[in-house]
């Protein structure tokens, strides 16, 4: 069985040039598209993984309905947008279970 590409989320595609998009386009299939807490909510569980800067909060009930994350890379020099403490639980149960 053929795997397909993983789907990764750009939630504020602004900030990053054409290069970086056409990397990640080699990795997997790119969304870049700001979404409104509501839509997050209602797509995330469709991604792979996302790729987020300050303006996303990612917190629990968002890490929640990410029930496909497995990758969250938030190019900041802070998290205080990403409630580090469940998603570090999240991923520590995803391992066990692999």
Same mark, same amino acid.
């Not at 602004?14 to 990397?23: A, K, T, V």
């Not at 409104?36 to 800067?53: G, H, P, Q, V, Y």
């Not at 996303?56 to 190019?75: F, M, P, Q, W, Y």
């Given at each position: 069985?053929?795997?397909?590409?993983?789907? =990764?989320?750009?939630?504020?595609?602004?900030?990053?040039? @054409?290069?970086?998009? /056409?990397?990640?386009? !080699?990795?997997?299939? *790119?969304?870049?598209?700001?979404?409104?807490?509501?839509?997050?909510?209602?797509?995330?569980?469709?991604?792979?993984? =996302?790729?987020?800067?300050?303006?996303?909060?990612?917190? @629990?009930?968002?890490? /929640?309905?990410?029930? !496909?994350?497995?990758? *969250?890379?938030?190019?900041?020099?802070?998290?205080?947008?990403?409630?580090?403490?469940?998603?570090?639980?999240?991923?520590?149960?995803?391992?066990?279970?692999?």
């Amino acid at each position: 069985m053929k795997l397909g590409k993983p789907k =990764i989320l750009v939630t504020e595609p602004e900030y990053f040039n @054409r290069e970086f998009f /056409e990397l990640a386009e !080699k990795i997997g299939e *790119v969304t870049a598209k700001r979404m409104s807490r509501a839509e997050l909510l209602k797509n995330i569980k469709d991604f792979a993984a =996302i790729i987020l800067r300050v303006d996303t909060k990612l917190d @629990r009930k968002v890490i /929640e309905a990410g029930k !496909k994350l497995r990758c *969250v890379v938030s190019t900041t020099t802070g998290l205080n947008h990403v409630d580090v403490g469940y998603l570090k639980l999240q991923l520590n149960n995803l391992t066990q279970r692999i």
